[in-house]
């Protein structure tokens, strides 16, 4: 998870006390967004989704 968080510039990955992965992504909702722009942060989260399962089976 250190190398992930290290080397990666969206997508925060972390464990839990049971020794579950997550990831997480942090998009910013204050005073509304368009639906460009929500579309775009979805886009973001399937391509991190893709890379982190990659980075995982490495």
Known sequence: MNTWNR???VGTASLNSKGNVA???WVNLR???SAENLHDSFEWWEFILGDF???LSE
């Open 23 to 25: 990831l997480s992504m």
């Open 7 to 9: 080397t990666k510039m």
């Open 31 to 33: 005073n509304g967004v």
């Open 53 to 55: 399962k990659d980075f």
